[in-house]
Structures are given as C-alpha cells and as structure tokens.
C-alpha cells in the first residue's frame, strides 16, 4: 500500500444531449444526435484526504452496441443502465490502489454487469463487451483526472514510481513483464499534431453535391473544409459492400483535395480509410487495393493506414486474415479490441496496427499502447466524434503516446455545439488553423479538462 492510493468514495452522473449539424454514416446507420455521459468521482486517500475529478464520454451506442433486433432507444438506455450499474461497482469496491490498478481489478466486474442488464432487460441481443467498455470510460477518466487533482500533477505524470509500479506485466501477463508505460508514455505532450478531418460517406465532397445546405457559417463541402482549417489529413469513411462506389469515392476525394490544395501550393497529404467492418470478407479488401492502385497510384500512395475492415468477430471469422494486405498498408484493429486476447488473435490474423480509443478506458488505453509498442504495432488514436472534455482526454492521449502521428477531431464537424464552452481554454484543439491540433497545454491538473 502507498500513501498515494485512493479508494473511491463517490460516484455521480448525468447525461446531456446534442443535435448533430449533420449526419454521419456508421456501418450503414445515419446518426444525427449524440448522448453524452458526464461523470463526477469522489476519491479519498487513507489519511483522509480527498478530490473530485469529472470525465465524459459520447455513448456511441450506434457504434459500440450494432443490431438490427433492437432500437437506438433500445441500445442507448442499455448501456445507461450499465453506467448506473458501473458507478456502483466503484462506488462499493472500497479498493486502495491507483487508478489502473482500482479499473484493472474491477473490469470483470463491469462486464458481468453487462450481462446482467441483458438479461434484466430481456434484450434480444445482450450487451457486447465494447458497449460497456465505452459505458464505464467516463467513469475511469473521472477516477484518473481525481487522482492527478489530489496529487496536485497531470495524470501522465502518475503513471510511473512514486506513484504505480508501471510494469505492464502485472496486467497483461508474462508476455510484457519488464514492459514500463514511462517507456512508452510520455509525461508531457508534443507541442502539436495534424488533424485527420472526417470525410462521411454521406458528405459532399463539391458544391454540386451540396442538396440541402446546413447554412450554419461552417464549410459544407469537403474543399471548404480543407481551405478553412488548412487540412492535410482526410479520414474516408467507405461503405465496404460496392467496391465501384468505394473506389469511386476514393478518386473522388483525390480530386476534390487536389483541387483544394492547389489553392494553398500543397502537394503532400495524408488519407486514412474506414470501412466500419463493412467489408464481406478480406477478398473484398484485396480487389479494392488493386482496383484503387490501378486507377489512382497517387491516391494510394496517400494511405497511411486502413481502419479494421471486416466483422469485429475475429474468433468466428478466421478465414479474413489480413497478411496480404497489411504487407501493403497497415491493418489496425479497431472495434475487436476489447481486451488482450483479442489483441493477441488480432496479431495472428495479420493485423499490423492498433487503434486506441479513450472511449475504452483510460486505463486501458495506457496499458495496450505500451503493450502495442513494444510489440512494434502501428498505433493510432481515434475519437468517437467526442466534444468538448471527452475530445481533451482523446487528444491527450494521442499527444502522450510515443509513435501516434496524427489525431482526429470530429465533433468540430458534427456537433460543434458541444463545443462551444471550451474553445476559450483550447483554441488550438477546437478551432484548427494550419491542420495542426495544438496540443501543448493539454497538461492540466488531472486529464486537464475541467479546471475546478
């Protein structure tokens, strides 16, 4: 037992909602409004002394909780239901340890607490493990940002002695023992990262595409987009069900950008592509590398890397194995990962990257890019459109981890709304010039976020 570790004491939440400007395609789903869970955990030492941190997460239950069998209704107050569950786990635990360490131990838990709420609300489809991995994040960063408030430091700065023996090993098995975090995460962030911008299967890409203007003073074309915020990052959602449309869409987005940037004399940008596990199978995947290479090799020179492209469930789809393509282009895993031995079965299947998402845990987030790096897999950081704290706590991440390139930043696209009250504290984050996120303050006490 240290004298630095904490038991929580407290766990309160509420939610809050927001109209999105415009909608955003998810595995064929069009979504047009997010749920937002606010959490606030009181945190005391054994001598007594005591903080608050707060956290926030969309619930992405488009996302995180796909069926055909129930409704967003549904989905959505299934994984509020975990959160109230979640907050009980933390609350009665009555652990003393530090935060990745409290988290660590309850995880289990947490996913029982799904399978309870299944059954409690007869749901047709019971919760997945993903759904409550998102559902308990914002309680986890709120545990990490109380831990940073009572110590006084920014919560990167926790994650080595005096404060945790960051040996991996202790979490995540044999395989990491003598793995550090201090070797992976750094305890400041860089100064400043670019920005990928989010190009929707669903947004227009020239003006001629424009049917129904949002007419609300932001861009509404993809070369407006790149003008406004000097982009040089575009992440490109594709269908994964009609390889004409999705390489069509890729040339697409090659000529409008080109066109862009021959304004601002840029020649070099970045793409990455999302299928959203749309692709039928690995086959797919293979004929759209050909079939792009052959009509565009500049577009395909462009791919940095290509987001999980077919079913989440590795285990029962085995024969989709990644090798050829990722000998191509890296190959991140993405809604599969969930926990080590997906992470594990991943790699096996030729995948050759990581995508790391806040929305999974701040302590797991920690935990599996140190593991990924030192297993010498690409890593990414993704949001899950976030606004406002759960967008800082995203791009703290991505600033923290040695090797993430670029970040992303789609509420400013989607729900610029939720926005609003933090732009004055982090201009840099939430009003992007240069496509560059400035990231050099996001080393506040706690997860820096909320100042009080």
């Known amino acids: 037992m240290r004298s630095t570790d904490i038991r929580v004491v407290d766990c309160k939440f509420e939610t809050e909602s927001f109209a999105y400007r415009s909608p955003i395609k998810f595995g064929g789903v069009a979504l047009d409004k997010a749920t937002l869970l606010n959490t606030a955990v009181t945190v005391e030492t054994s001598a007594g002394k005591r903080a608050t941190g707060r956290g926030s997460m969309p619930m992405g239950n488009v996302w995180a909780f796909p069926t055909k069998s129930l409704t967003y209704e549904q989905t959505l107050n299934s994984m509020l239901e975990v959160a109230k569950g979640v907050a009980g786990i933390y609350t009665q635990s009555k652990i003393l340890g530090h935060p990745i360490e409290i988290t660590w131990q309850l995880e289990h838990s ?94 227009p890409l020239t003006t001629a595409e424009v049917t129904k203007p949002v007419g609300d003073g932001l861009p509404e074309t993809l070369g407006e987009w790149i003008l406004f915020n000097g982009l040089t990052h575009l992440k490109i959602k594709l269908n994964g069900d009609d390889l004409e449309w999705d390489v069509n869409r890729v040339l697409g987005v090659e000529n409008a950008t080109k066109e862009a940037q021959a304004k601002r004399g840029i020649t070099d940008w970045k793409y990455s592509l999302d299928f959203n596990e749309k692709c039928r199978n690995v086959r797919y995947l293979l004929d759209f590398i050909e079939e792009l290479r052959g009509r565009s090799p500049s577009a395909f020179s462009r791919i940095s890397y290509i987001e999980q492209p077919t079913a989440r469930d ?110 004055a504290d982090f201009p840099g984050l939430f009003l992007i010039k240069g496509g560059m996120a400035i990231t050099n303050n996001l080393n506040g006490l706690g997860l820096g976020a909320y100042k009080g």
């Not at 945790?164 to 098995?173: A, E, N, T, V, Y």
């Not at 997906?342 to 999974?360: D, H, I, N, P």
Request: proline share 4%; net charge negative.
């Open 110 to 203: 947490m996913l029982e607490e799904g399978s309870r709420v299944s059954k409690a609300m007869e749901l047709e489809d019971p919760v997945p493990s993903l759904a409550v991995l998102v559902a308990a994040s914002p309680f986890d960063a709120a545990l990490h940002d109380a831990f940073g408030k009572l110590h006084g430091l920014n919560s990167y700065h926790t994650y080595a002695e005096p404060f945790l023996d960051d040996d991996i090993g202790r979490f995540l098995g044999d395989t990491f023992k003598g793995v550090r975090i201090r070797d992976h995460v750094l305890t400041e962030p860089v100064a400043q990262m670019p920005l990928y911008h989010l190009v929707g299967a669903l947004d």
């Open 314 to 423: 590795l285990s029962a789809n085995r024969a989709n194995v990644m090798h050829d393509a990722s000998r191509q282009i890296p190959v991140v895993i993405d809604e599969s990962l969930v926990d080590l031995d997906s992470l594990f079965l991943a790699r096996e299947m030729g995948y050759t990257g990581v995508a790391l998402k806040a929305c999974k845990g701040q302590s797991q987030s920690v935990l599996f890019a140190s593991g990924a790096r030192h297993l010498g897999m690409f890593l990414c950081v993704q949001d899950l459109t976030c606004p406002g704290a759960s967008l800082i706590q995203s791009a703290s991440l991505a600033a923290h981890v040695k090797g993430v390139q670029a970040i992303e930043s789609n509420g400013r696209q989607y729900c610029p709304a939720a926005n609003k009250a933090w732009e």
